[in-house]
């Protein structure tokens, strides 16, 4: 049986690095990280773009080396314009869903509601575990 994967989003990662995850959430996310994490590239641009001391920077930069970063494909482009028209979704978290969508993969986020409404996409919360 194969093991679930999942698709870190940008404020799962923060709330890690930043220790502000509650213990079973902070374990959860261990093990992803521990593996080799699955981001967006979307991730990877709102991670990289904050302003930033030069240590946090190099924190960050360091887990999006060590991530496997999911670009767009023509595949995920296309799902993101259908759940563009179809859900009232940002253009950023509509890459991100879809990604997860097209990946099979589930989505790790805080933010719960920006996804409530994307069928057959699975939302795991680290803070409610």
Do not use: W
């Not at 590239?41 to 930069?61: A, M, P, R």
């Not at 940002?90 to 879809?98: H, M, Q, S, T």
């Not at 509601?113 to 996409?121: A, E, Q, V």
């Amino acid at each position: 049986m194969e093991r679930q994967k999942y698709l870190i989003d940008t404020n799962a990662i923060i709330d890690f690095l930043a220790g502000k995850l509650p213990a079973n959430g902070r374990n959860f996310l261990v093990e992803l990280v521990d593996a080799i994490p699955q981001i967006s590239v979307i991730s990877k641009i709102e991670l990289l773009g904050f302003q930033t001391t030069n240590d946090q920077y190099e924190i960050l930069s360091g887990f999006v080396h060590d991530a496997k970063i999911l670009g767009l494909s023509e595949t995920i482009v296309e799902k993101c314009i259908d759940l563009r028209k179809n859900h009232k979704i940002k253009l950023p978290d509509g890459i991100v869903a879809a990604t997860a969508l097209t990946c099979d993969l589930s989505l790790v986020t805080r933010n719960v509601s920006d996804f409530i409404n994307i069928p057959n996409l699975v939302v795991i919360n680290p803070h409610n575990l």
